[in-house]
């Protein structure tokens, strides 16, 4: 029988069971998981979900031994990224941390920039486990509050690290700190109201339309405190950011929250600073906060091409994109993608020829 639960398709031979005992608190989910209730299933954790003791405890409390679940983490795929983001850390020279990085671009182009059937949770799961150090209470926060902040936390932080690494950024301390960064830029939204929908809107609007954002939200009739939390947001933010300051290594990367929503000419907030007035790295962050809809993400095969390659697409054709003082990253993203991205777009071009044939049998 098919099942359609939640937007997550499947059939009852789809899934396997998994012990209450195999899921790791404070990791995060690898599967979905359902129980049956006279042949119907019920979505108790999706893919990608935290798994927090609370939840072990009451299913066990209840006398669950199992759940019913449907895989989504392929396990060799995450262990790659995490063998090499580990290699990183270890790595004494310069040279065998440029191969460690290269070696992270090349699996995913071939998984993310290309159609396959890689999930982006593969990636979004090795980067939790390799860089997350903030106390569990945040992402606990961020998961009860809002599925959409909270999904947009564990994609946006996981794009901010590629685009460290696409920048030429080595340095594993710094990349943790740029991850733990990224997942709170926006945890300001819902620290002075609950992050409704009109405000998911206007966040949605603003990413479609850089710029206007704010604006659209305060000439909207059933705007009440929301222009005001989405103006404060990212210095909200920031004062939370500041209370963690133990949990990293250069508490200066939680300044580049202040940053993600100025703009080239200026008219961003809340600063109002352009351009000029920043510094390459200070805009990591704007890259994933454009490119992650303001939406709850279902991790599923094949997902990681749209998280990655046609949100990216989307990005290029963004009307004003100019107002995002990105450009220089969104290059380096271009240019780098398309040389281990054997997908379509060299094959047209067939700008490389033969050395493209032999990264495609290396891989
Ligand atoms: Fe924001």
Same mark, same amino acid.
Request: proline letters at 3%; a negative charge.
């Given at each position: 029988?098919?099942? !359609?639960?939640?937007?997550?398709?499947?059939?009852?031979?789809?899934?396997?069971?998994?012990?209450?005992?195999d899921l790791k608190i404070g990791g995060i989910s690898p599967?979905?998981?359902?129980?049956?209730?006279?042949?119907?299933?019920?979505?108790?954790?999706?893919?990608?979900?935290?798994?927090?003791?609370?939840?072990?405890?009451?299913?066990?409390?209840?006398?669950?031994?199992?759940?019913?679940?449907?895989?989504?983490?392929?396990?060799?795929?995450?262990?790659?990224?995490?063998?090499?983001?580990?290699?990183?850390?270890?790595?004494?020279? *310069?040279?065998?941390?440029?191969?460690?990085?290269?070696?992270?671009?090349?699996?995913?182009?071939?998984?993310?920039?290309?159609?396959?059937?890689?999930?982006?949770?593969? %990636?979004?799961?090795?980067?939790?486990?390799?860089?997350?150090?903030?106390?569990?209470?945040?992402?606990?926060?961020?998961?009860?509050?809002?599925?959409?902040?909270?999904?947009?936390?564990? &994609?946006?932080?996981?794009?901010?690290?590629?685009?460290?690494?696409?920048?030429?950024?080595?340095?594993?301390?710094?990349?943790?700190?740029?991850?733990?960064?990224?997942?709170?830029?926006?945890?300001?939204?819902?620290?002075?109201?609950? %992050?409704?929908?009109?405000?998911?809107?206007?966040?949605? %609007?603003? *990413?479609?339309?850089?710029?206007?954002?704010?604006?659209?939200?305060?000439?909207?009739? !059933?705007?009440?405190?929301?222009?005001?939390?989405?103006y404060k947001h990212p210095e909200a933010s920031l004062k939370?950011?500041?209370?963690?300051?133990?949990?990293?290594?250069?508490?200066?990367?939680?300044?580049?929250? &202040?940053?993600?929503?100025?703009?080239?000419?200026?008219?961003?907030?809340?600063?109002? &600073?352009?351009?000029?007035?920043?510094?390459?790295?200070?805009?990591?962050?704007?890259?994933?906060?454009?490119?992650?809809?303001?939406?709850?993400?279902?991790?599923?095969? *094949?997902?990681?091409?749209?998280?990655?390659?046609?949100?990216?697409?989307?990005?290029?054709?963004?009307?004003? *994109?100019?107002?995002?003082?990105?450009?220089?990253?969104? !290059?380096?993203?271009?240019?780098?993608?398309?040389?281990?991205?054997?997908?379509?777009?060299?094959?047209?071009?067939?700008?490389?020829?033969?050395?493209?044939?032999?990264?495609?049998?290396?891989?």
């Amino acid at each position: 029988m098919e099942f !359609n639960v939640k937007g997550i398709a499947f059939s009852k031979e789809n899934l396997a069971t998994i012990s209450i005992d195999d899921l790791k608190i404070g990791g995060i989910s690898p599967a979905h998981l359902f129980i049956f209730i006279k042949e119907k299933p019920f979505l108790m954790l999706r893919a990608g979900d935290l798994i927090t003791a609370e939840f072990i405890e009451k299913y066990k409390t209840k006398g669950l031994s199992s759940f019913y679940n449907l895989p989504i983490l392929n396990e060799e795929s995450k262990d790659h990224f995490v063998q090499k983001f580990k290699r990183l850390k270890s790595s004494r020279t *310069r040279i065998e941390r440029k191969k460690s990085v290269q070696e992270i671009y090349q699996k995913f182009a071939l998984s993310y920039w290309i159609e396959s059937e890689e999930s982006f949770l593969n %990636f979004a799961m090795a980067t939790y486990d390799v860089f997350y150090s903030l106390p569990d209470s945040i992402i606990e926060e961020l998961q009860a509050k809002s599925q959409i902040l909270y999904a947009r936390a564990i &994609l946006g932080a996981s794009i901010a690290v590629m685009s460290a690494l696409m920048d030429d950024i080595d340095d594993f301390q710094y990349i943790q700190d740029l991850y733990n960064t990224a997942f709170v830029m926006d945890i300001g939204l819902i620290q002075n109201g609950d %992050f409704n929908y009109l405000m998911a809107k206007a966040c949605e %609007f603003e *990413r479609n339309h850089p710029g206007t954002g704010l604006s659209w939200l305060k000439s909207h009739p !059933n705007n009440t405190y929301e222009a005001d939390i989405f103006y404060k947001h990212p210095e909200a933010s920031l004062k939370i950011a500041k209370k963690l300051e133990e949990h990293f290594h250069y508490p200066e990367t939680n300044d580049y929250i &202040l940053y993600h929503h100025e703009k080239t000419d200026g008219s961003g907030f809340p600063q109002g &600073l352009s351009f000029s007035g920043l510094a390459y790295n200070e805009v990591y962050l704007m890259l994933s906060d454009y490119m992650v809809p303001f939406g709850e993400h279902v991790f599923q095969a *094949r997902d990681g091409y749209e998280v990655i390659k046609k949100s990216f697409e989307s990005l290029l054709k963004l009307e004003d *994109r100019y107002l995002l003082p990105i450009n220089h990253l969104i !290059n380096k993203w271009k240019s780098i993608m398309k040389w281990y991205g054997i997908g379509e777009e060299l094959k047209e071009e067939n700008i490389f020829g033969e050395e493209i044939e032999k990264i495609g049998e290396a891989s």
